[in-house]
């Protein structure tokens, strides 16, 4: 029951004023799960290679666009660290901590080579990588003038934001790329508190109606529970034209986890247990020329 004390803790975080400082002060101090360190580092800078390889052009004079970037900005770095030039970065919250982007920094220089050391602030990445960090701003109504993005990334973001917000995101971002521009997005369809305790399923939030899930699902920490037929279907609504798409599961053992648990009503009806079963989902899709 590792993952109700979680919640149940992050759930209480989300409704006061200083929450999302509170929570990362325990995710730093008390859970010690940042910063994430070397192997967290490398896998987001393989990530950043899978995405470059689907912008599939040199990007030294491209404007990328990412929402939802994050505490340590390892993702944006690690663009930087490869050859972006331009990138503007969105967050719903002021989310970033200079101490974790420094130490993101001093990891890359590692893996890459000389970046110029740690920054002074965030407004420093704009000099140094061409990074301009807009936070608070929301991504479904960015501001942004259209046509100006080259191409949007996200990664193990958008499973965290509700259903009808995600659905703005996209037309958001269809409305920011300039023709033929595209997105590359990285979505991990699991039950993420199965990440902190091992006692749970990967789909293990697949048995709980809607109503029971909100008492649990928090803010700080929310998942959609959008399985991969739902993120195809937002997409293709945005207007957005699908050029790859990647679903990854289920495992062996996936099926018969799915094929022992009580599924909610939601999930019993409406999709295929392989559809259910996906875990990981990598997609490209564009603008129409």
């Not at 809607?210 to 293709?236: C, G, I, K, M, T």
């Not at 990647?246 to 799915?258: A, H």
Request: glycine residues 8%; aromatic residues 8%; proline residues 7%.
């Amino acid at each position: 029951m590792r993952w109700v004390a979680k919640a149940a803790l992050q759930r209480g975080l989300g409704v006061l004023p200083q929450g999302e400082r509170l929570n990362y002060l325990f995710q730093r101090h008390v859970a010690r799960s940042l910063p994430g360190g070397e192997p967290v580092v490398k896998r987001k800078l393989a990530r950043a290679r899978q995405h470059l390889e689907a912008f599939g052009r040199p990007a030294e004079d491209a404007v990328f666009y990412e929402f939802g970037a994050g505490w340590d900005l390892a993702i944006p770095l690690s663009y930087a660290a490869l050859g972006v030039g331009r990138q503007v970065l969105v967050d719903i919250r002021p989310s970033a901590r200079i101490e974790l982007v420094n130490e993101t920094i001093a990891l890359l220089e590692r893996e890459v080579g000389p970046l110029g050391g740690p920054v002074s602030s965030l407004s420093a990445l704009e000099e140094r990588f061409g990074i301009v960090y807009l936070a608070p701003r929301d991504a479904r109504a960015t501001g942004l003038e259209g046509e100006s993005i080259d191409f949007v990334t996200s990664t193990d973001v958008c499973e965290h934001i509700p259903e009808d917000d995600l659905a703005q995101i996209f037309r958001e971002c269809k409305r920011l790329l300039r023709p033929g521009g595209a997105i590359s997005c990285r979505i991990d369809l699991q039950d993420h508190y199965a990440y902190f305790d091992p006692g749970l399923s990967r789909y293990h939030f697949l048995r709980f109606s809607d109503r029971a899930w909100r008492l649990v699902n928090s803010p700080l920490h929310f998942q959609n529970r959008l399985r991969e037929p739902d993120y195809r279907r937002l997409v293709e609504q945005s207007g957005l034209e699908i050029v790859s798409w990647t679903p990854s599961g289920p495992s062996p053992e996936g099926l018969p986890e799915l094929e022992r648990m009580e599924l909610a009503p939601r999930f019993r009806d409406g999709y295929t247990a392989e559809e259910l079963g996906v875990t990981v989902l990598s997609f490209v899709a564009r603008r129409p020329a």
